[in-house]
Nanobody
Framework: QVQFVESGGGFVQPGGSLKLSCAASGFFFDGYAMSWYRQSPGKERELIATIRSGSKEYIESVQGRFSISRDDSEATVYLQMNSLKPEDTAVYYC?????????????WGHGTQVTVSS
């Protein structure tokens, strides 16, 4: 069964850094693009970064501050977050770029909480 386990979140002051990890299992990881999402209180979950074969994509608000990477040998996707801002506070999740198209809406992990505050 498809499973995602996110980790690495925590409490950090503005301007700080965190590196998130997402361990995937239950599918052929190498063959899929992977994405990071986040959900802030009262808001819908939003896609923030995607890594495809040969390319990386980011939403404007994290461009230049966040970096997505992957280790196919470990079936793990990472999100390096630098210059963190209070508005980055959210629960962070990983999944494929279009979970509905894959029928994977049921496979969201528990996420990892990131809190940016002074």
């Amino acid at each position: 069964q498809v499973q995602f386990v996110e980790s690495g979140g925590g409490f950090v002051q503005p301007g700080g850094s965190l590196k998130l990890s997402c361990a995937a299992s239950g599918f052929f990881f190498d063959g899929y693009a992977m994405s990071w999402y986040r959900q802030s209180p009262g808001k819908e979950r939003e896609l923030i970064a995607t890594i495809r074969s040969g390319s990386k994509e980011y939403i404007e608000s994290v461009q230049g501050r966040f970096s997505i990477s992957r280790d196919d040998s470990e079936a793990t996707v990472y999100l390096q977050m630098n210059s963190l801002k209070p508005e980055d506070t959210a629960v962070y999740y990983c999944n494929v770029p279009d979970p509905s198209a894959e029928g994977w809406d049921a496979y969201w992990g528990h996420g990892t909480q990131v809190t940016v505050s002074s």
